[in-house]
């Protein structure tokens, strides 16, 4: 698939999105199994819960573990997209469940990841929020001092794939707020390639959202570490 006429054109490079990436079946089956997993799977936090796949990234390396295959089947098919350092793979998948007027503070998914991510939104819409980091001139040698702009947003449907690359990955930071509705307004870059049409202030109820965010880790090891160091 070329993801030529996905590109959204009003944001900055690179963002592509995909509206009924999967099929309603394939959605279903993804909740199904996401709520089948063994409790002890779970890691919750103060405003969600989560499962890692394929191990837990780690500045020394992630230690890989088997994937199943009702995920493994979706990792594929974004594997086959090519937008992975050649012949890579995804080899990691974060599944994120928020319920309506749960969110997640602004932040960059960082250097342990190949820079791309790939989301993949089931049972809910919600809508990606973006703001610039920008630093003066003191503050660039410092990561963690960083002041927020708000800039522009995504409205993620249900079934849809979003995948962000090169200057969005490396210079913005993304959230999704916390609240239970969601107000359309022209922050949101992608509504011309959504499967619905939609109106400017129209006002949407969340739902409960299940995040498969899929990506490539490219240091793995056999060998399991002692994190604690």
């Known amino acids: 698939m070329s993801l030529d006429k996905f590109v959204v054109k009003q944001a900055p490079p690179t963002v592509f999105y995909i509206s009924n990436f999967i099929s309603e079946a394939e959605e279903e089956m993804i909740i199904k199994n996401v709520n089948s997993v063994p409790k002890p799977k779970w890691t919750q936090l103060s405003n969600r819960r989560l499962q890692n796949w394929g191990g837990i990234p780690h500045p020394k390396g992630m230690v ?3 994937i199943p295959l009702w995920l493994q089947t979706h990792m ?3 594997g086959q997209l090519g937008i992975f350092a050649p012949g890579k793979m995804p080899n990691h998948v974060l599944i994120n469940e928020y319920q309506p007027a749960q969110g997640i503070m602004p932040h960059t998914d960082g250097p342990l990841f190949h820079p791309t991510i790939t989301t993949i939104s089931c049972g809910s819409h919600t809508v990606l929020d973006f703001s610039k980091r920008v630093r003066s001139d003191a503050e660039k040698n410092d990561a963690s001092s960083t002041h927020q702009e708000d800039d522009f947003s995504l409205f993620l449907e249900r079934r849809s794939l979003v995948v962000i690359q090169d ?7 993304h959230s999704i707020a916390e609240v239970s509705r969601d107000i359309l307004s022209n ?3 992608n509504l011309q390639l ?3 049409q939609y109106e400017n202030n129209q006002e949407l109820v969340r739902g409960t959202r299940i995040s498969l965010t899929i990506r ?3 240091c793995t090891t056999k060998v399991l570490l002692r994190l604690s160091k």
Request: hydrophobic share 25%; with cysteine.
């Open 216 to 218: 490539h880790v490219p």
């Open 194 to 196: 959504c499967q619905s």
């Open 64 to 66: 890989a573990e088997k």
């Open 187 to 189: 922050k949101i870059k």
């Open 167 to 173: 200057e969005v990955y490396d210079n913005y930071l």
């Open 76 to 78: 594929n098919q974004i």
